[in-house]
């Protein structure tokens, strides 16, 4: 068992519509990030979290430590909002980051 | 720009060449980390420095890689006698808290 799982892995959806990605981790950890890699492009961080909930425009992210989960919402999904989200957990033993395997997400105008 | 940098952006190189690959992190950035990313995998940590030490070799994939860091700043990635295995894009981040700031990446092809 992977010690970072997301689901689902793809996703497609229709513009406009309300998008949640999962993120469940298995270890201690002092951090979740979320980040966003477009295709043939680099990968931009969009979150830390270590508790509670951060928004940022469209973009919602929510953690849960007790349950070991954190989600990343976006809300009026658009097009350029495609791209690949990656969840990574940071051990609270160091500075590793422990990576999902990623959403591939599209967005359909 | 004040982000971080890598070079080369693309490298191709034979098999069994060595290769060098350079991150300039964001200054002041005291965490620099090495990652790459083989066609439809995800990213694989390699190696991360505080500072010019680097505490955790665990993901060097074999000893035909290895890093160094001067000064506290630009850290190179080095592979020996190449594999088409290694064949992938390189990514370097800095940070000096926990958020990662990612270079956009090398791309190495061996042939």
């Known amino acids: 068992k992977n010690e970072v799982e997301q689901s689902p892995q793809n996703l497609t959806a229709q513009e406009g519509e309300f998008i949640t990605i999962n993120c469940s981790y298995s270890?201690?950890?002092?951090?979740l990030h979320w980040l966003q890699q477009h295709p043939g492009g680099g990968i931009v961080s969009l979150f830390m979290?270590?508790?509670?909930?951060k928004k940022h425009g469209r973009l919602i992210a929510t953690i849960n430590i007790q349950e070991k989960h954190s989600s990343l919402h976006i809300t009026a999904s658009h097009p350029r909002d495609s791209a690949v989200y990656i969840c990574a957990v940071e051990m609270d033993s160091n500075y590793q980051l422990i990576w999902g395997a990623g959403t591939k997400l599209i967005i359909k105008p | 720009g004040a982000g971080v940098s890598q070079s080369p952006s693309n490298k191709v190189t034979e098999k069994g060449k060595d290769v060098e690959l350079r991150c300039d992190p964001i200054s002041g950035h005291t965490a620099l980390y090495w990652y790459r990313q083989s066609l439809g995998q995800g990213l694989e940590f390699l190696i991360y420095?505080?500072?010019?030490?680097?505490?955790?070799k665990s993901g060097l994939p074999s000893d035909r890689f290895s890093a160094e860091r001067t000064g506290g700043s630009v850290s190179t990635l080095t592979i020996q006698r190449t594999q088409q295995e290694d064949s992938a894009v390189y990514l370097c981040?800095?940070?000096?808290?926990?958020?990662?700031?990612f270079g956009p990446g090398t791309r190495l092809l061996v042939l």
């Open positions: 270890v201690g950890i002092s951090a």
């Open positions: 979290l270590s508790s509670g909930k």
């Open positions: 420095f505080q500072g010019n030490s680097a505490p955790d």
């Open positions: 981040a800095s940070s000096f808290h926990a958020v990662q700031y």
